[in-house]
């Protein structure tokens, strides 16, 4: 990240380009990735799966930095929800 100010990260877009975004943006963009691959409906660039923004019909999760709470509390939500169906499976064996 040499000649990019510290506040600030360049990712590399699915179209070749880069783009600047915060590297909290990156992170989450990651653990969204990590969670499930980006659903769009091929024109828009937001997943239909967690609402984030993604980089193109294709690419990665990018949140800007206003969709970084609502992802941060969807990822905290989706764990719940595991968590009690595995509870709930276990329960019932």
């Not at 653990?31 to 294709?58: F, I, K, Y």
Request: glycine share 10%; hydrophobic share 30%; proline share 5%.
């Amino acid at each position: 990240m040499s000649g990019v100010d510290t506040d600030r990260a360049i990712a590399k877009r699915a179209g070749g380009g880069e783009i600047v975004v915060s590297p909290e943006a990156l992170q989450m963009g990651s653990r969204l990735d990590e969670h499930h691959a980006p659903e769009t409906n091929g024109w828009m660039s937001v997943c239909r799966r967690c609402g984030a923004q993604t980089d193109g019909p294709d690419g990665p999760h990018i949140p800007n930095e206003r969709q970084l709470e609502r992802a941060l509390q969807w990822l905290d939500a989706q764990s719940l929800s595991s968590g009690i169906d595995r509870a709930r499976s276990q329960r019932h064996t």
